[in-house]
């Protein structure tokens, strides 16, 4: 399994743009990329994946270079609902994704 | 998510104790999980099921047994519960048949072993 690294925590002021970094030099071939969004007390929810160049959806954009061996998750203009952690994982296609969530990262949106 | 319903929500128990926690589910998917969740240390693997007949072993079964009644229930047991099993436990399910393997969860059970 690839192993992920990313920012413990990242403080961003409301309507400001966030982009969390998040390496896996280890990626595979048939790995994914995935994010999760855990907001307190709650359990985590599926916000993107990619594999590839760009991806974006209602929630974020995913940006994943060439070389696949890092990802970069935007989220624009955050509120105050963004405060959550943020998971980066990646994820095996096919058969059982075994995967692994780590500590993530914990976004801190202020007024 | 309301597809995925765990029981119970909070629960305090004494060590020694038996307790088993339930999760079902009404998405129609055949995989299931079950994750603790520490202060500081993400999610954590506990045990995983294919099928009903399919249980698997995660991180973290050492003093876990598992249960798969049926498709939609997937039940978590500590035979003997201790202190450092104080956590909140998620269970999650996901579908076999997509490439994503996204995967649902419910809304936690916070149990504390005194």
């Known amino acids: 399994l690839a192993k992920t690294t990313q920012p413990i925590s990242m403080d961003s002021y409301e309507g400001q743009e966030v982009n969390i970094t998040c390496s896996h030099n280890n990626i595979a071939t048939n790995d994914y990329i995935t994010w999760y969004q855990q907001f307190p007390s709650q359990g985590p929810r599926f916000i993107i994946q990619g594999y590839k160049t760009k991806v974006t959806n209602e929630v974020a954009s995913l940006f994943i270079p060439a070389d696949r061996k890092s990802s970069t998750l935007s989220l624009p203009r955050v509120s105050l609902s963004d405060t959550a952690v943020y998971y980066c994982l990646v994820v095996p296609s096919g058969g059982y994704q075994k995967v692994t969530f780590g500590t993530g990262t914990k976004l801190q949106v202020i007024p | 998510d309301a597809d995925v319903t765990q029981t119970p929500r909070n629960r305090i128990t004494k060590t020694g104790k038996r307790i088993m926690l339930e999760c079902s589910q009404t998405?129609?998917?055949?995989?299931m999980y079950w994750y603790r969740q520490d202060p500081g240390l993400g999610l954590r693997l506990i045990y995983y099921s294919f099928d009903v007949k399919d249980i698997n072993k995660g991180e973290i079964s050492d003093g876990y047994s598992v249960s798969r009644q049926a498709q939609a229930k997937f039940s978590l047991s500590l035979e003997s519960a201790i202190p450092n099993q104080t956590a909140l436990y998620f269970c999650a399910t996901s579908d076999r048949g997509t490439v994503y393997n996204e995967q649902f969860f419910g809304p936690g059970t916070r149990l504390t072993v005194l």
């Open positions: 998405k129609g998917h055949d995989r």
